[in-house]
């Protein structure tokens, strides 16, 4: 009985197929690691009052500021404006953020500075026409003037953005 031969071509389709294999599954420097890992994570920016460019009619969001004498306290309410339930996927345990700027755009004080968060994924469920709201305050602050409040949901796939200004008498 004799043994089947193997052609030259084959034999080349079985070393091509092997390499492209070694070289998806091969070792990545830490920086290309990195750089694929931001490009896949990273979220986009939006205007004022905006929400996802193709999800604008699902989510409404409004943004409320009460300054009181102990601090100013923020409050991001997020609302499922859909028929339908909508399921909010966030990439970490940091569902939203609060960050104050000046008039020139200099940020004064972020809401997550000195936190820990989870790295774990996570589902949030918003039925139609349910309110969600995050808020946070921002005690004692000592400088008086005119600001911005940037308030955002960290959400990866309708990720929302909402400004309002307030002053510190």
């Not at 030259?8 to 197929?17: D, E, G, K, Q, T």
């Not at 953020?97 to 997550?112: K, N, P, Q």
């Not at 008086?144 to 955002?152: F, K, M, Q, S």
Request: hydrophobic share 40%; glycine share 6%.
């Amino acid at each position: 009985m004799s043994s089947p031969s193997l052609s030259p071509s084959r034999v080349a389709i079985a070393i091509l197929c092997a390499g492209a294999l070694a070289f998806a599954c091969g070792p990545r420097t830490h920086s290309e690691a990195a750089s694929t890992t931001s490009l896949a994570t990273a979220a986009p920016i939006f205007q004022q009052g905006t929400t996802h460019p193709h999800d604008s009619s699902r989510l409404g969001a409004a943004i409320e500021v009460n300054t009181e004498r102990d601090g100013v306290r923020f409050a991001l309410h997020i609302t499922n404006a859909m028929k339908k339930h909508v399921e909010l996927t966030f990439p970490n345990g940091q569902t939203h953020e609060f960050v104050v700027v000046d008039s020139v755009g200099r940020e004064i004080w972020r809401w997550s500075e000195s936190r820990l968060f989870t790295q774990a994924v996570q589902n949030k469920l918003l039925s139609s026409g349910e309110t969600m709201q995050y808020a946070e305050q921002w005690s004692h602050p000592t400088q008086h003037g005119r600001y911005t409040v940037i308030a955002t949901l960290n959400s990866t796939n309708f990720p929302v953005q909402e400004r309002a200004s307030f002053i510190l008498p």
